[in-house]
Each structure stands twice: as C-alpha cells, then as structure tokens.
C-alpha cells in the first residue's frame, strides 16, 4: 500500500497567518490519464470530513480562496493564506491513484 | 442536496454482530462505487471497504476480511456494511461515503460502533 507521510503533525498558527502542510507519497501519484490524484480534507472538530482540494489543486465548491493545493510526484502541499477561527481542525491528505485509496496521519491545526 | 445518512451503530459484545446502513439522497445512486471508511477514537481515516456501482468485485481492508461483507440495495438507494464477530479494534465512527473517481466527494455524518464487553 502506498504510504502517505503527512508534516508537521500539529500546527499552532496565529490568526490572519499563513499556515502549510507538508504530504509525501511512498509512490508516485501521477496516474497514466495524465492526472494526479491527491486530495486534501478537513475535519473540524465534531464533523464528519469534508473534501477540500482534489487533483492537487482544484479547490471544492464552497472552499475559501485562502486554501490552494500544489505538489507533484510524490512532494504536495496545503496553504492557508491567512487563518481563521473556523479552519481548527485535522487535515488529511489522501492518494486515490493506487489502489487501496490510503490517508496520511492527519495535521492538527490550532490557533495560537 | 447530495445527502448519505449512516444508521445501525451502537454497542456490541466482543464476537456479535451488527449491520450498518447508509441512506443515499440527491444523486443517481445506482452509477456510483460507494465506501465504508472508519475512524477509531482519537485516531486518522481508514478505508474500510468498497462495492462497485455494479456490485462486481468487492474489496475490503486485511483487517476485516472475512468478517465484514459491504453490500448495496439500488432500488432503496442504501448501502450497507454487515459485520461479524466483531473486535474490540473495530470500535470506530464508521462513514460511508461516495466515490467521485478516485476520491471520496461525499461523507455521511457517521455512526459509532463500539465493541465492549
């Protein structure tokens, strides 16, 4: 199964800055359609999660403009712009090019 | 909206056994490959099990094959997941969850099993 290492695993962050997580694959993503299929969820505490970013970068109806989604390969990351109260929680990353579909350990993201 | 409602959770003995439904709205149920993912307290996301829109060849994770069987009703638009002697490893809040091609794009709310004596 592909392994999905996901940093920091907590991340304290001062509201109104910028915050970034790290996901790195055992195997690359690249799927032979020419996509990448690594997705990004969040899940505030208390809630089931919710799809954030899927395909690297393509951001889910609804999703503020402050998360974007990079990365290729092996290598992705999450960045907030400037966080708000309302993004505590744990995000995950999660790789749907190898079968099974596997996460990451999930990064705690609290304000400061 | 796109809507899926998990039922059936609650508190087993170790060994017994226990049945979960997912309630799908809002989308054509029948085209779609459909999930059961679980989350043990305090813990991360784990795939659990997967049936195709077809019912074709189902998957489960190692540590419940031959325990857990995933199955799916399309004229009642439900999903289901029938587990057997059930471990205390596989107390969980239990999702199920669309497939949107190599994605999950939809989650229920969940339903909590525990498995205690």
């Known amino acids: 199964d592909v392994v999905m290492t996901q940093s920091p695993l907590s991340l304290p962050v001062t509201l109104g800055q910028p915050a970034s997580i790290s996901c790195r694959s055992s195997q690359s993503l690249a799927y032979n359609d020419g996509n990448t299929y690594l997705n990004w969820f969040q899940q505030r505490p208390g809630q089931s999660p919710r799809r954030l970013i899927y395909?690297?970068?393509d951001r889910d109806s609804g999703v503020p403009d402050r998360f974007s989604g990079s990365g290729s390969g092996t290598d992705f990351t999450l960045k907030i712009s400037r966080v708000e109260a309302e993004d505590v929680g744990v995000y995950y990353c999660?790789?749907?090019?190898?079968?099974?579909?596997?996460f990451g350990q999930g990064t705690k993201l609290e304000i400061k | 909206q796109v809507q899926l409602v998990e039922s059936g959770g609650g508190v087993v003995q170790p060994g017994r056994s226990l049945r979960l439904s997912c309630a799908a709205s809002?989308?054509?149920?029948?085209?779609?490959?459909m999930h059961w993912v679980r989350q043990a307290p305090g813990k991360g996301l784990e795939w659990v099990a997967v049936v195709p829109f077809d019912e074709t060849d189902k998957y489960y994770t190692d540590s419940v094959k031959g325990r857990f069987t995933i199955s799916r009703d399309n004229s009642k638009n439900t999903l289901y997941l029938q587990m057997n002697n059930l471990r205390p490893e596989d107390t969980a809040v239990y999702y199920c969850?669309?497939?949107?091609?190599?994605?999950?794009?939809?989650w229920g709310q969940g339903t909590m099993v525990t498995v205690s004596s």
């Open positions: 999660m790789q749907g090019t190898h079968w099974p579909y596997t």
């Open positions: 809002g989308f054509i149920f029948s085209a779609y490959d």
């Open positions: 969850a669309k497939d949107g091609a190599m994605t999950f794009d939809v």
């Open positions: 395909k690297v970068s």
